[in-house]
């Protein structure tokens, strides 16, 4: 059998892939064996099991994600800031499905490669409801606000579920539009 380079950098990139085609839930070291067309421990040379895998397509995927991210937000503030973040966000869930499934994986105890990588997706979202004037514990609550109308909103698109006869994006141009007053006031209103 030829030799195909295998690194844990090629296996983490395909995995991704993979799991864009198959759903991140069903990637296997098997089925990633079977993609290089090797035998299963030329996995386990670079992997230490199913978990490290999953593990390593999360980090992989959030720091492409916070790269487009920060693209496209860059150089924008408020209104503008936030359309770009969700914009972007919305598409790379339709074109990295599986991967996007990855961003919300909970990072597994120690790994700080992980907590790193989530933690500078965060940085970006902070930095867009910064620019609203929110910040501190209002920050995380208003980052949970983005992230839940746009997980939302993404995770049902992606799954085929908005069937009523009405233009999606103006739908979610709504949505963004929503997002943008609510942050715009975020400071005014009293959380009881």
Not at 103 to 110: A, D, N, Q
Not at 117 to 141: F, H, K, M, P
Request: hydrophobic share 45%.
């Amino acid at each position: 059998m030829p030799r195909v380079g295998l690194t844990r950098q090629r296996l983490t990139e395909e995995a991704g892939r993979l799991a864009d085609e198959i759903g991140y839930d069903n990637v296997t070291l098997a089925a990633l064996a079977r993609r290089f067309g090797v035998a299963g421990p030329s996995v386990f040379k670079h992997v230490t099991g199913q978990d490290d895998l999953r593990q390593a397509i999360a980090v992989a995927a959030l720091d492409d994600y916070r790269t487009d991210l920060e693209r496209a937000v860059m150089g924008r503030s408020t209104g503008a800031a936030v359309r770009a973040l969700l914009t972007t966000s919305r598409t790379w869930a339709r074109d990295h499905p599986g991967r996007y499934a990855a961003l919300s994986r909970v990072p597994t105890r120690g790994s700080a490669e992980h907590v790193a990588a989530a933690n500078r997706v965060l940085a970006v979202l902070e930095a867009v409801v910064e620019g609203y004037g929110i910040t501190g514990d209002d920050a995380i609550d208003a980052i949970r606000f983005v992230r839940s109308a746009l997980h939302g909103f993404s995770s049902l698109e992606c799954a085929g579920a908005f069937e009523l006869d009405r233009d999606l994006t103006r739908s979610f141009d709504r949505l963004t539009d929503v997002c943008d007053a609510v942050l715009a006031s975020w400071n005014r209103a009293r959380v009881r």
